[in-house]
């Protein structure tokens, strides 16, 4: 099992920034994604950005591209997510998630931060 923590949410006026960071323990993978995912109240949960343990990352909606930037600590096993330029609509519940290598789908999720955007 992978247990996920995240931290770094809050509330935030619009325009200002936030860093989330997403720290992973337990069985250890050589190869593994991690991502981040978004769900605001009354919507399904949205894909944001994935790291691969070699470095590559993938974006998701088009809102967020230019504006948050996801990166990762290898030593650290942590991912973060650095969110800039907050707009209301980036209110919502953030999910980190795991996925192993060799697997199609995330298997591990974490229980979510609250992020808050003040217009």
């Known amino acids: 099992q992978v247990q996920l923590v995240e931290s770094g949410g809050g509330l935030v006026q619009a325009g200002g920034s936030l860093r989330l960071s997403c720290t992973a323990s337990?069985?250890?993978?050589?190869?593994?994604?991690m991502g981040w995912f978004r769900q605001a109240p009354g919507k399904e949960r949205e894909f944001v950005a994935a790291i691969s343990w070699t470095g590559p990352s993938t974006y998701g909606a088009d809102s967020v591209k230019g504006r948050f930037t996801i990166s990762k600590d290898n030593v650290k096993n942590t991912v973060y997510l650095q969110m800039n330029s907050l707009k209301a609509e980036d209110t919502a519940v953030y999910y980190c998630?795991?996925?192993?290598?060799?697997?199609?789908?995330?298997?591990?999720w974490g229980q979510g931060t609250q992020v808050t955007v003040s217009s």
């Open positions: 337990g069985r250890t993978f050589r190869r593994y994604a």
């Open positions: 998630a795991f996925r192993p290598e060799g697997s199609l789908t995330y298997d591990f």
